[in-house]
């Protein structure tokens, strides 16, 4: 499957994720950041349906901070009925958008982890795509993945992973099921638990 196939089959994955939510589940924390899980999916349909005006217009409203701005449209955006932020998905499912700087394995990194962001608190299971979670790992430890991990996250350890063929670097090793190494890249502490090694404890002190 191409990369852009991934990424439409993981939108209609979420959708169908999202359609089976209750009102609780949808107004749990997540694991990214002050957002709720619906507010993750808001994020991840803001990012294939919002006109490029209304994103100009939440940039300026704030203060050119990109980050920020993200939130907020992802919070306007999650005001919606889940039902419809999930048909949403289906019907750009194949939008072939392609983010400025992290691409293709960028847009399918988001997805793949803000899955988790959502799964994780809600004790839910889902599996990950060996080769797709390949192409993000090698995506997170390449120097491009501008907004997910700083470059000094992972320089001077090695990962390996103890479910797939998947190894990079050199130093002291951080070792654990791919989701687990996906995600302590991405910097979500939750993740640091699934892991052992000696690089663990060098790789906490750089999480924020």
């Not at 609780?24 to 694991?31: E, F, I, K, V």
């Not at 019907?91 to 400025?100: D, L, M, Y």
Request: hydrophobic fraction near 45%.
């Amino acid at each position: 499957m191409s990369i852009t196939g991934m990424i439409a089959d993981e939108r209609r994955s979420l959708a169908d994720l999202t359609d089976t939510l209750t009102a609780g589940q949808l107004r749990t924390p997540s694991l990214c950041s002050a957002w709720t899980v619906k507010e993750v999916v808001g994020h991840l349909v803001a990012v294939v349906a919002t006109g490029n005006g209304a994103a100009l217009t939440m940039l300026v409203r704030s203060g050119f901070n990109v980050h920020k701005a993200n939130a907020r449209l992802a919070a306007a955006t999650a005001t919606r009925p889940a039902r419809e932020l999930a048909a949403i998905l289906r019907a750009h499912a194949e939008n072939p958008f392609r983010p400025p700087i992290v691409g293709y394995p960028g847009a399918l990194t988001d997805l793949q982890i803000h899955q988790q962001d959502i799964r994780r608190p809600l004790g839910l299971t889902g599996e990950l795509r060996p080769e797709r979670l390949r192409i993000s790992l090698d995506f997170l430890v390449g120097g491009r993945a501008v907004g997910f991990t700083p470059r000094r996250r992972p320089a001077g350890l090695r990962f390996e992973c103890t479910d797939l063929v998947w190894a990079w670097g050199d130093g002291p090793v951080v070792r654990g099921p791919g989701e687990a190494v996906m995600l302590a890249l991405a910097g979500r502490r939750s993740a640091l638990a699934d892991l052992d090694g000696p690089g663990v404890a060098v790789l906490e002190r750089r999480l924020p």
